[in-house]
């Protein structure tokens, strides 16, 4: 039995939820961070029925609000003084827009600067793991989802707070960019003994897509693979043994991995860091590598 704590956001349902199933039967603490605490309720009972003694804890998260990510980090560090890995996998994709409690685009500032904002104000938690037998001796882990999508995203900060016209496919492309250029960055500033890690989950079949419309999502529904592939991937990323140590990797469950020139263009990653840090009020880590333009 695994003594790890891992946090997965969305963790009630799709892949989030496949990932938990996963993390559960590796033996490590599966927290749920999830907006809908009724069906992360019923997430909860489905992985201890199928993981039977299963360690499954509930938090509710809205990552579209500052106040409720410093809600949850307060919650849960009053039940663990460390943690072993965080799963941002929790994501929207609104067919109209809308914005954060902050007055972020939401897609933006759910997807992107939410993350963002809790992966950081978990460091001290996920230092602790990383310390475990030495400093930079332990073993923290973060891992990104980000999407093929971020292949046609262009990071164009003076749409943070609105798009005109708003269009649904840059919106998401943009925060999926973000969330890869964010994992990248991480790679580069983190004390040793943490890594970050990012992956495409395929075209899985998920709720992220609820608020296509009916027509939309029955012509892509063919094409599109079930969550189980992508929960191995992310939890195996997670804890697994032979993972120890590596960073800034992007990852994908179907072929071609395609990984864009803008999400390995590092003074790119270093802008969109440092004004996210403006935005979320948070102090920036330095740089371990140095800053140069990608080939």
Known sequence: M???????????????????????????????ACRDQR??????????????????????LDLASFDAIEHFVR???????????????????????QFTAEGFELQFGGNYLGPFLLT????????????????GRGDARIVNMSSIAHNVGRIDLNTARG?????????????????????????????????????????VASPLYRDLPSWQYAVMKPFMIGPERAGRL?????????????????????HPRIESAAARNKALQDVLYQQSCIWTEVDPMHSRLPTQMAA
């Open 2 to 32: 695994s003594n790890k704590t891992v946090v997965i956001t969305g963790g009630n349902s799709g892949i989030g939820l496949a990932i938990a199933h996963e993390v559960a039967q590796r033996g490590a603490t599966v927290c749920l």
């Open 39 to 60: 069906k992360a309720a019923a997430a909860r009972e489905e992985i201890m029925q199928r993981t039977p003694g299963a360690q499954v804890e509930l938090y509710p």
């Open 75 to 97: 919650s849960f560090s009053s039940r663990h003084d460390r943690l072993d890995a965080l799963i941002n996998n929790a994501g929207a994709v609104p067919t109209r827009q």
């Open 120 to 135: 950081h104000r978990l460091l001290p938690l996920l230092q602790v793991a990383a310390d475990a037998g030495g400093v």
């Open 163 to 203: 798009r005109k016209p708003y269009r649904v496919l840059p919106a998401y492309a943009q925060s999926k960019l973000g969330n890869l250029l964010m994992s990248h960055t991480l790679a580069r500033r983190l004390p040793p003994g943490i890594t970050s890690q990012a992956m495409h989950p395929g075209g």
């Open 234 to 254: 992310a939890a195996e990323l997670a804890l697994g043994p032979a993972r120890r140590g590596q960073t800034g990797g992007y990852f994908s469950i179907q």
